[in-house]
C-alpha cells in the first residue's frame, strides 16, 4: 500500500502565499509523476500543476506566475509553493502521485486533502 500524507493548507489572506507538501510512503518501487489539483466548492477538480520524474513541469493557466511545483526524489515528496494568492484558490487542495509499487503495478494514488481559504 501507498500512503500520501499532505500538509500545509490553512487560512491566508489575498495576496499571501502557503507551501504545500505531500509525502508518499510505503509499497513504493519508483514514482513517475507527480502532482497536485484542486476542488472548488460546487466544482469539478481540476489540475493545478503536475511535475515528471526528471522535473518537466506543467500548470493551470490560472496559477502559471504565482505557484510553482517542485519535488524532492529521494524523500518522495511534491510540494507546491502557492504565492499572491487569491479568493478563487479557495480549495481543497489534492495531491496526485503514479507509483509503481514494488510487486511492479503501476497505481495512481490521492491523498486526503488539505484545504486553503484565502479571505481576509
Known amino acids: 500500500q501507498v500512503q500520501l500524507v499532505e500538509s500545509g493548507g490553512g487560512l491566508v489572506q489575498p495576496g499571501g502565499s502557503l507551501r504545500l507538501s505531500c509525502a508518499a510512503s510505503?509499497?513504493?518501487?519508483?514514482?513517475?509523476?507527480m502532482g497536485w489539483y484542486r476542488q472548488a466548492p460546487g466544482k469539478q477538480r481540476e489540475l493545478v500543476a503536475t511535475t515528471t520524474s526528471s522535473g518537466s513541469t506543467n500548470y493551470a493557466d490560472s496559477v502559471k506566475g504565482r505557484f510553482t511545483i517542485s519535488r524532492d526524489n529521494a524523500k518522495n515528496t511534491v510540494y507546491l509553493q502557492m504565492n499572491s494568492l487569491k479568493p478563487e484558490d479557495t480549495a481543497l487542495y489534492y495531491c496526485?502521485?503514479?507509483?509503481?509499487?514494488?510487486?511492479?503495478?503501476?497505481?495512481?494514488?490521492w491523498g486526503q486533502g488539505t484545504k486553503v481559504t484565502v479571505s481576509s
Open positions: 496526485n502521485t503514479d507509483v509503481m509499487t514494488t510487486t511492479f503495478r503501476r497505481h495512481d494514488y
Open positions: 510505503g509499497t513504493i518501487f519508483n514514482i513517475y509523476a
